[in-house]
């Protein structure tokens, strides 16, 4: 099992929450290579304490992608969540 070592900085927690998105534009998906691991995944990270679902992906799409804030759309009828163990 490959533990993220970043979890060490967090005082007093077992996991993180994450948001990720899926990100589509003229029939392309956006998927970033992770790498510290070499994973492929949707763009996103954690949420932080106190936010918001909605207010964390609007955070990380800005932070990454360089979008200006009002032009980060999120569709709150497309909701997934998975729990890896």
Not at 6 to 22: G, H, K, P, S, V
């Amino acid at each position: 099992m490959n533990i993220d070592p970043r979890l060490t900085e967090i005082d007093n927690a077992l996991y993180r929450i994450a948001t990720r998105a899926l990100v589509i534009k003229d029939n392309r998906v956006l998927v970033v290579h992770e790498k510290d691991d070499g994973w492929w995944s949707f763009q996103g990270g954690g949420i932080d304490y106190g936010e918001s679902i909605h207010d964390a992906l609007v955070r990380e799409v800005v932070d990454e992608l360089g979008v200006i804030q009002e032009h980060a759309t999120v569709d709150e009828s497309l909701v997934f969540i998975s729990i890896v163990q």
